[in-house]
């Protein structure tokens, strides 16, 4: 007998990995539009431009052909893996099932109520004390190469112990991880052979509206096809590092995870990754990595094993209009940059907190998330041209990249930690009540926010510190006026604020009230 495990991400709905067919097993346990016609619609043409669109060359006659020639290089992804017990003692230490939606009662509710006391539950044979989970998932990947690169997403395989791939005719093969990127959810696998059917890459970037088919192993049922279109583009969706996602409407479930989305040339456009449910099935909303982004990682994969990233060394944020207005920045677009990294190459370079990055190398900047795919883009040591916005005009500064790592992320996102506060709390023009930090640590702290305040209206709280105001530190509550006084003095409505709070900075655009 057996079961199906699905790994679910929460907000107000469910984000889902698109992979998580597992298998538990045995003992081991695992605008709005109107037509118009006649005079009415004549009238309409006269009086607006006319959007011509081109003809189809050819009617869409379905995509059979196109599916069949693309199904040999599809292929599913069995997995057997391993949970640790450290890991299950980080989850509590007990079994864990992953049906949310099971209504009370059911029956597979004391199926796996017995499961887990046999195998590491509270009542289970060791006491308590959890033993290694073992579970078997599918997915779904593609062939990439004549000689057995195969690609799939990094969650399918993570964990796993034995990884077998299997094609459409039932052929199977044991293959190797060749290399895995958690950042772009994506890994390479290969298997044995020198004249496999594989398929490519697009050359051309597909568009939003353009046909998509995808083919993969939904619910361990190999070989299924779902037609769509592109959606969107350039999604940022929540729980992801990357954010560069397409988004489209053919149906993908669990089990699609890491299998392949088609355009109508039988070109790979993208690889599914993950789909948006309000209740774990499908809703038409799934998400695929371009393919622009997946030659580049898998390349990097296919040749070291592991993938290298150009790294700033600063914490950053989007600049929203009120930022904007706060530094005289005609356009709400770029990053600010919050914090510098102590051994970052941007400090050196003499990046400042405050500075808003609008341009890397020439190219424009929209935000943070832009930012941070732009630079991880580039190579480790190579040196890039930031057009930087400070003290109201611009300027260029060249930075020699490093490397990323994880720790130089979390050193990046690091701040000034708020101290507690000294006596002698003082009231602001901006409905702040400040008070200077002890022990000479620099900065205000927020002792009270009245509540119809624009502070209040901002997100300031009680206990957030104030670093900065236009970029200049201030250490008490006459600095603090004078640097408002000296905001309106510009001709400026809004003041930039540095703020912090446990530990993270970010800025603030504060609105001025008029004199």
């Given amino acids: 007998m057996t079961y199906m495990r699905s790994t679910i991400l929460k907000r107000t709905s469910r984000w889902l990995g698109a992979s998580a067919l597992a298998l ?18 004549t009238a309409q043409v006269q009086n607006a431009a006319q959007i011509t669109v081109p003809q189809a060359t050819q009617p869409q006659a379905g995509f059979a052909d196109l599916v069949e020639a693309v199904k040999p290089a599809v292929v599913s992804i069995l997995v057997e893996a391993e949970e640790s017990p450290s890991n299950m003692q980080r989850r509590g230490g007990e079994f864990d099932f992953n049906f949310p939606d099971l209504p009370e009662g059911h029956p597979f509710h004391d199926f796996f109520d017995q499961f887990g006391d046999q195998f590491g539950g509270r009542n289970g044979p060791n006491g308590g004390q959890p033993t290694p989970r073992h579970f078997m998932a599918a997915g779904s990947g593609f062939v990439i190469s004549a000689d057995g690169y195969v690609v799939t997403n990094n969650h399918v395989v993570q964990d796993a112990t034995k990884v077998t791939v299997v094609f459409d005719d039932g052929t199977e093969q044991v293959a190797k991880i060749v290399g895995t990127d958690e950042r772009t959810d994506l890994a390479v696998l290969k298997i044995e052979g020198t004249d496999l059917p594989f398929v490519n890459f697009e050359t051309e970037a597909s568009r939003v509206g353009d046909w998509v088919v995808a083919v993969g192993n939904p619910f361990g049922l190999g070989g299924t096809v779902t037609v769509g279109v592109i959606s969107g583009s350039g999604r940022n969706i929540g729980g992801s590092n990357y954010g560069d996602f397409l988004q489209i409407d053919a149906a993908v479930n669990t089990g699609n995870s890491g299998g392949p989305a088609f355009n109508t040339k039988g070109e790979v456009v993208g690889v599914n990754t993950a789909i948006y449910s309000p209740n774990g099935g499908n809703v038409g909303i ?25 790294y700033l060394g600063v914490g950053i944020q989007d600049v929203n209009r009120d ?15 919050s914090n510098v990294a102590e051994d970052g ?18 190219d424009p900047i929209d935000d943070a998330l832009d930012l941070s795919r732009t630079i991880a883009g580039k190579s480790p040591d190579s040196s890039v041209e930031l057009t930087i916005w400070r003290d109201g005009a611009e300027t260029k500064v060249s930075v020699k990249l490093g490397t990323l790592n ?26 702040l009540t400040l008070v200077p930090n002890a022990d000479g640590a620099g900065g205000l702290l927020v002792q009270d926010v009245e509540p119809e305040s624009a502070a209040a209206q901002k997100g300031l709280a009680v206990g957030d510190a104030i670093l900065e105001v236009n970029n200049k530190p201030v250490n008490s509550l006459e600095e603090f006026e004078a640097a408002l006084d000296a ?14 709070r446990d530990g993270n900075d970010r800025f603030i655009g504060l609105p001025l009230a008029a004199d």
Avoid: C, H, W, Y
Wanted: hydrophobic share 45%; net charge negative.
């Fill in 24 to 41: 538990l097993v045995g003992i081991g346990g695992v605008s709005t539009a109107f037509v118009m016609t006649g005079q009415a619609a």
């Fill in 286 to 310: 799934a998400f695929a990595i371009p393919a622009a982004t997946v030659k580049g990682i898998v390349g990097q994969l296919i040749e070291d094993g592991t993938v290298t990233r150009g």
């Fill in 323 to 337: 930022i904007a207005d706060g530094v005289g920045l005609a356009n709400a677009k770029g990053a600010i940059v």
């Fill in 345 to 362: 190459p941007a400090g050196p370079a003499g990046v400042k907190s405050g500075d808003i990055i609008t341009a890397v190398d020439g």
């Fill in 406 to 431: 994880e720790e130089q992320v979390a050193q990046a996102d690091q701040g000034q930690p708020p101290v507690p506060p000294a006596p002698l709390p003082a009231e602001t023009s901006v409905g």
């Fill in 487 to 500: 905001v309106k003095e510009q001709g400026r409505n809004t003041a930039l604020i540095k703020a912090s």
